[in-house]
């Protein structure tokens, strides 16, 4: 059974939601997530592009009251394609400049699409004639004084924060009736409040298209600068992994080689032979145990892991006799005698016998036969 096409507004809605979730939702760069939820909605954006044409939703020969106000959010659909092409990973320097080239398509298509309604503003109506004389150069503030320059870009900071505050003045009133996403109204707003609202989100992402082409036109020109890159040759890349297979240690057929030389070489070793035809080692090698032990040895810290605890490193230096005990209050408290122990009184006793001998033998001063008066 064939499934039924979907309708334009079902597309749309499909196209904002996954739009929306790209900017709420934490995703991590350069992922395959990431990348799938970009090019989907691409691809919903770009059905709905293909449902506007086939349904010649808008015309030249029309004008701003001939649009209704539900018809006013699917202007915006180059602009926001120019957005989330940006926004796709790139491997190579030729595939970002296709990236850009597609998104200044879509910003031209944009601006084109509000001019030919009348929606552009004196002022911006100055800047699209001004990028259409040269696209490549266009900037924003189009000197090479930098006073001008910063005072360009000051005014063009004060002017997108005006719109800002005014979109964000004109959906935060009741009349609006605004749901948990500020760009998609209830349905149950006032029509003319909600067609303010986005006629000024209009406004406010034609600022914001003139300033992302003076930053596409600056990528551009840094891309232009770089050097091209050399497309590798299929005999380089196979020579490359040969190259690797032989560092680790990989024969051709995909058996492991346990020579010492190879395995001296995926260690840092110099490489050559380890030893000479006679037996004779030519450089320094490690005897290693199988391979088991040169795969425990990758993921391993860079410095030395210790081989003891504190305590028996403690032990160890009080065995080889590193470490003096004694001194302090403790070594002037004599211990109590053992009144049991008769041989060690009697040792005292003798010791303290021989003493008092000898002090009575020498007296003080006895020897000292210099100062004698």
Do not use: C
């Not at 004639?129 to 000051?154: C, G, L, M």
């Not at 160890?316 to 004599?334: L, N």
């Not at 009575?360 to 004698?372: K, Q």
């Amino acid at each position: 059974m064939e499934t039924e096409p979907r309708s334009l507004k079902a597309v749309f809605a499909d196209a904002e939601a996954q739009r929306i979730a790209l900017e709420t939702q934490a995703f991590t760069p350069n992922s395959q997530e990431y990348t799938d939820a970009i090019s989907s909605a691409i691809k919903n954006y770009q059905e709905s592009l293909h449902l506007i044409s086939h349904l010649s939703l808008f015309s030249p020969n029309e004008s701003l009251e001939d649009l209704s106000t539900s018809d006013l959010p699917l202007l915006l659909i180059n602009y926001h394609l120019a957005e989330l092409s940006q926004k796709l990973p790139t491997p190579s320097l030729p595939e970002r400049k296709r990236i850009l080239t597609s998104a200044r398509d879509f910003y031209e298509r944009f601006l084109h699409l509000l001019d030919s309604y009348s929606l552009l503003t004196p002022q911006s109506a100055k800047l699209l004639e001004a990028y259409t004389s040269s696209p490549s150069t266009f900037s924003t503030a189009n000197s090479s004084d930098p006073t001008v320059r910063r005072n360009a870009k000051i005014a063009n900071f004060q002017t997108e924060k005006a719109l800002r505050q005014k979109l964000d003045y004109l959906r935060a009133r009741p009349e609006y009736g605004a749901t948990e996403d500020e760009d998609i109204p209830s349905g149950a707003g006032d029509e003319e409040v909600v067609r303010e609202v986005h006629l000024a989100n209009l406004a406010y992402r034609v600022h914001l298209t003139f300033n992302a082409l003076d930053s596409l036109n600056r990528e551009m020109e840094i891309l232009s600068m770089a050097p091209p890159q050399p497309p590798p040759s299929a005999q380089q890349n196979q020579q490359q992994a040969e190259d690797d297979r032989r560092r680790r240690g990989i024969t051709s057929d995909g058996s492991y080689n346990d020579r010492l030389d190879i395995m001296n070489r995926a260690l840092g070793g110099k490489g050559g032979p380890i030893l000479s035809q006679q037996g004779k080692p030519l450089q320094p090698f490690t005897l290693l145990a199988n391979r088991q032990e040169i795969a425990k040895g990758v993921f391993r810290p860079s410095h030395n892991l210790p081989t003891m605890t504190i305590d028996e490193y403690l032990e160890e230096e009080r065995r080889r006799g590193g470490i003096i005990e004694g001194g302090g209050e403790a070594s002037g408290q004599v211990p109590e005698p053992d009144e049991d122990d008769y041989e060690k009184a009697e040792k005292e006793m003798y010791k303290a016998r021989a003493w008092d001998e000898f002090v009575e033998e020498n007296p003080r001063g006895a020897g000292n036969t210099i100062n004698r008066g």
